[in-house]
């Protein structure tokens, strides 16, 4: 039998009064069936009181359209693919994508672009105290071992396995795009001029493009999602690693993890959520 376990917890950090974060995390767990998570972070910014409203709204949006998956369904549904949906299935070298995966992704895909149809929305309406406004959002959907990775911005989600901790997902910011051309180094890209400037979010624009990958998971893995908040602070991925492993709970490692973020300086509001799955035998009757 697989578990899944989520704890998360946002913090305005040392520097900020308003804490323009959110995050949200729901679990499905049954008996006769996979269990069902949703976690997301969000990183709202721009206008007065804007950030805030637009990751509100981000959240709201994406909760909302992804609702429909915690609720009982027909298991005689099918699955009808366009051309290019199989075509990408069918010619995935890696293995990782497979014809199950299409229905899934392709929801997330639709919840993010509801969601800044939203956030743009609310900037229309609003242009005296949400102009620029907008969202990153981070957002993984995991059902049993199969857990399926989106992101729009610069908030990130890591893989944490047997001690190593690895990125999933690519900023979209102007650094990311210079450390991928070679033209500065990742430490260099902390204090670059442009650092914390992003190429992609919710509301900036009409369209949105996000990247959605599905991932293999295993029993231990544990999925941390966070804004820039954690990670520009502490940027040791090994110190990252332990602080998970060595907490005696998630709700335990979240709260140090936010800790440590605010030691370093607390420069921006953090928000650290984590999932983690584990295999429990089943209880014979």
């Given at each position: 039998?697989?578990h899944?376990?989520?704890?998360?917890?946002?913090?305005p950090?040392?520097?900020?009064?308003?804490?323009?974060?959110?995050?949200?995390?729901?679990?499905?767990?049954?008996?006769?069936a996979?269990?069902?998570a949703?976690c997301?972070v969000?990183?709202?910014?721009?206008?007065?009181?804007?950030?805030?409203?637009?990751?509100?709204?981000?959240?709201?949006?994406?909760?909302?359209?992804?609702?429909d998956?915690?609720?009982?369904?027909?298991?005689?549904?099918?699955?009808?693919?366009?051309?290019?949906?199989?075509?990408?299935?069918?010619?995935?070298?890696d293995?990782?994508?497979r014809?199950?995966d299409?229905?899934?992704?392709?929801?997330?895909?639709?919840?993010?672009?509801?969601?800044?149809?939203?956030?743009?929305?609310?900037?229309?309406h609003?242009p005296?105290?949400?102009m620029?406004?907008?969202?990153?959002?981070?957002?993984?959907?995991?059902?049993?071992?199969r857990?399926?990775?989106?992101?729009v911005?610069?908030?990130?989600?890591?893989?944490?396995?047997?001690?190593?901790?690895?990125?999933?997902?690519?900023?979209?910011?102007?650094?990311?795009?210079?450390?991928?051309?070679?033209?500065?180094t990742?430490?260099?890209?902390?204090?670059?001029?442009?650092?914390?400037?992003?190429?992609?979010?919710?509301?900036?624009?009409?369209?949105?493009?996000?990247?959605?990958?599905?991932?293999?998971l295993?029993?231990?893995?544990?999925?941390l999602?966070?804004?820039?908040?954690?990670?520009?602070?502490?940027?040791?991925?090994?110190?990252?690693?332990?602080?998970?492993?060595?907490?005696?709970?998630?709700?335990r490692?979240?709260?140090?993890?936010?800790?440590?973020?605010?030691?370093?300086?607390?420069?921006?509001?953090?928000?650290?959520?984590?999932?983690?799955?584990?295999?429990?035998?089943?209880?014979?009757?």
């Amino acid at each position: 039998m697989i578990h899944i376990e989520i704890a998360a917890w946002s913090d305005p950090g040392r520097e900020r009064p308003l804490n323009e974060d959110r995050v949200f995390y729901q679990v499905l767990q049954v008996s006769d069936a996979d269990p069902l998570a949703l976690c997301v972070v969000a990183d709202g910014m721009g206008g007065h009181l804007g950030g805030e409203v637009a990751s509100h709204w981000a959240i709201e949006t994406l909760k909302r359209e992804l609702s429909d998956l915690f609720l009982p369904t027909d298991p005689r549904q099918t699955v009808q693919m366009t051309g290019a949906e199989m075509r990408a299935v069918v010619s995935a070298s890696d293995g990782k994508a497979r014809p199950s995966d299409v229905a899934l992704m392709r929801l997330m895909r639709k919840a993010i672009e509801r969601a800044n149809q939203a956030v743009r929305q609310y900037t229309f309406h609003r242009p005296q105290e949400a102009m620029g406004a907008g969202s990153t959002a981070t957002m993984a959907l995991v059902k049993g071992t199969r857990a399926y990775v989106a992101n729009v911005g610069d908030s990130r989600t890591y893989l944490l396995r047997q001690g190593q901790l690895v990125q999933l997902t690519q900023d979209h910011s102007v650094v990311a795009e210079l450390v991928d051309a070679g033209r500065v180094t990742v430490e260099e890209s902390f204090s670059h001029p442009k650092a914390g400037l992003i190429t992609r979010c919710l509301g900036c624009l009409d369209q949105v493009e996000p990247d959605i990958e599905p991932f293999a998971l295993e029993p231990g893995d544990c999925l941390l999602l966070c804004s820039d908040g954690l990670w520009s602070m502490v940027r040791d991925l090994e110190t990252i690693a332990d602080t998970i492993d060595s907490a005696l709970t998630l709700d335990r490692a979240v709260r140090e993890l936010v800790d440590a973020a605010n030691r370093a300086g607390g420069q921006d509001n953090i928000s650290v959520a984590l999932l983690k799955i584990t295999s429990k035998p089943d209880i014979p009757i």
